[in-house]
């Protein structure tokens, strides 16, 4: 089986940093997806992790621990607009598709 | 370049009901895959198509189908509407399968 464990949600004030985990089980790993959704959107792609270590795209990184089965997605210079649900999700082997979290709803408070 | 675009936006169908829902990907994908995503929850596999072939098919039951036809747009069929299956239906096209290119959805309500 496969299981995808993220905090269900995070409030954090609009400038600070905030850091969303995501622990997973799974029977392979390819490796780790983020993607942003807004009330009433669709998922857009965030950022991929497939070796060990940080990945930076502007205010947000992600960071990735194969060993651990552990990720983050990272958050800098919070803005009101970044208040969303972040889901992470893995693929098993390069053809399977996405395995999706719950996701972590994350607000920004002014 | 226009993005994943999905028909209809909304849908409201009665138990019992068939629907057909549409997807027409990103120029240039040829894999498109299905999700359907209940409200607080993430988005869950349904199919994947490449090539208009399945390639991978997540745990629904057999009401469930869809196909790929040559010029890439898919449909997503449901029988036997249920309540359950109310919920957004996403279509994505990708590249590369981590990173998955979403329409806008169709809310399906079944009552």
Redesign the interface.
């Given at each position: 089986g496969q299981s995808l464990e993220q905090p269900s949600e995070v409030t954090a004030v609009e400038g600070a940093i905030v850091q969303i985990n995501c622990t997973y089980q799974t029977s392979g790993f390819y490796g780790l997806s983020w993607y942003q959704q807004h009330d009433g959107g669709a998922p857009t792609f965030l950022s991929y992790n497939a070796l060990d270590g940080l990945e930076e795209t502007g205010r947000f990184s992600s960071f990735l621990s194969r060993s651990d089965s552990y990720g983050y997605l990272l958050l800098q210079e919070l803005q009101m607009k970044d208040s969303a649900s972040y889901f992470c999700a893995v693929r098993n082997s390069g053809n399977t598709p996405l395995v999706f979290g719950k996701g972590t709803r994350l607000s920004v408070i002014a | 370049d226009a993005g994943v675009t999905q028909s209809p936006t909304h849908l409201i169908k009665t138990r019992g009901q068939h629907v057909t829902l549409r997807c027409s990907p990103i120029s240039g994908h040829k894999s498109v895959?299905w999700?359907q995503q209940v409200l607080?929850?993430?988005?869950?596999?349904i199919f994947?198509y490449?090539e208009k072939e399945e390639?991978?098919r997540?745990n629904f039951p057999d009401r469930f189908s869809a196909r790929q036809f040559p010029n890439y747009s898919s449909e997503l069929n449901v029988n036997a509407l249920l309540l359950g299956d109310s919920a957004l239906y996403?279509c994505a096209s990708s590249l590369e399968?981590?990173?998955?290119?979403?329409?806008?959805?169709t809310r399906l309500t079944v009552t």
């Open positions: - | 895959s999700y607080g929850q993430g988005p869950q596999f994947q490449y390639r991978g997540g996403l399968s981590y990173e998955q290119y979403f329409g806008p959805g």
